[in-house]
T-cell receptor, first 115, second 113 residues
Framework: SQKIEQNSEALNIQEGKTATLTCNYT??????LQWYRQDPGRGPVFLLL?????KEKRKERLKVTFDTTLKQSLFHITASQPADSATYLC??????????????FGTGTRLTIIP | DTEVTQTPKHLVMGMTNKKSLKCEQH?????MYWYKQKAKKPPELMFV???????INESVPSRFSPECPNSSLLNLHLHALQPEDSALYLC????????????FGPGTRLTVL
């Protein structure tokens, strides 16, 4: 069966350290993978997108890697701050759905940055 | 304007009521989406509209009826809901085709009594 798993339901990181979140998928051939941030009671906010032929993308303190052999994406927040505390969701679009943008979300990781 | 608005913010309804959720965007996006999100779970896709036509229905019960009256508006009509339908209902929009990001609204918190 198809699965997208973020293997930490909750993650606590000391302020200033790098937070690393993992997204693993099974039985998908993703065209691309996205990461979103969601605060309680709010809609998800887009952070980064990485395509299947890309290995790494960066945006300010954020970095995403994509390994289609391992079927895994890693999301890094460097120099983490308490304001980074939120739930982070990975989401992918399979090649079979490319063009109609059917996003399937992972299980999510609730990140808490401890001052 | 990169905002998706949703009304109402909160809705409480009985199982025999009929109500509607509304979503609006003015970014010129021609794809619009409804998602359902239960507590501590990820959003689950319900419907996708592309160029105002329903392109994906994820086997959603007929008590949920979507409508896209024009390229800026998306409605979700609710009728004879069950308590288990209580959730956060999220609307999103995006450009059509290619690898594009989705813009989400703040959601409507629905409680069915």
């Amino acid at each position: 069966s198809q699965k997208i798993e973020q293997n930490s339901e909750a993650l606590n990181i000391q302020e200033g350290k790098t937070a690393t979140l993992t997204c693993n998928y099974t039985n998908y051939s993703p065209a691309y993978l996205q990461w979103y941030r969601q605060d309680p009671g709010r809609g998800p906010v887009f952070l980064l997108l990485i395509r299947e032929n890309e290995k790494e993308k960066r945006k300010e303190r954020l970095k995403v890697t994509f390994d289609t052999t391992l079927k895994q994406s890693l999301f890094h927040i460097t120099a983490s701050q308490p304001a980074d505390s939120a739930t982070y969701l990975c989401a992918l679009v399979p090649r079979s759905n490319f063009g109609n943008e059917k996003l399937t979300f992972g299980t999510g990781t609730r990140l808490t940055i401890i001052p | 304007d990169t905002e998706v608005t949703q009304t109402p913010k909160h809705l409480v309804m009985g199982m025999t009521n009929k109500k509607s959720l509304k979503c609006e965007q003015h970014m010129g996006h021609r794809a619009m989406y409804w998602y359902k999100q239960k507590a501590k779970k990820p959003p689950e896709l319900m419907f996708v509209y592309s160029y105002e036509k329903l392109s994906i229905n994820e086997s959603v019960p007929s008590r949920f009826s979507p409508e896209c009256p024009n390229s800026s508006l998306l409605n979700l009509h609710l009728h004879a809901l069950q308590p288990e339908d209580s959730a956060l209902y999220l609307c999103a929009s995006s450009q059509v085709g290619g690898s594009t990001k989705q813009y989400f609204g703040p959601g409507t918190r629905l409680t069915v009594l």
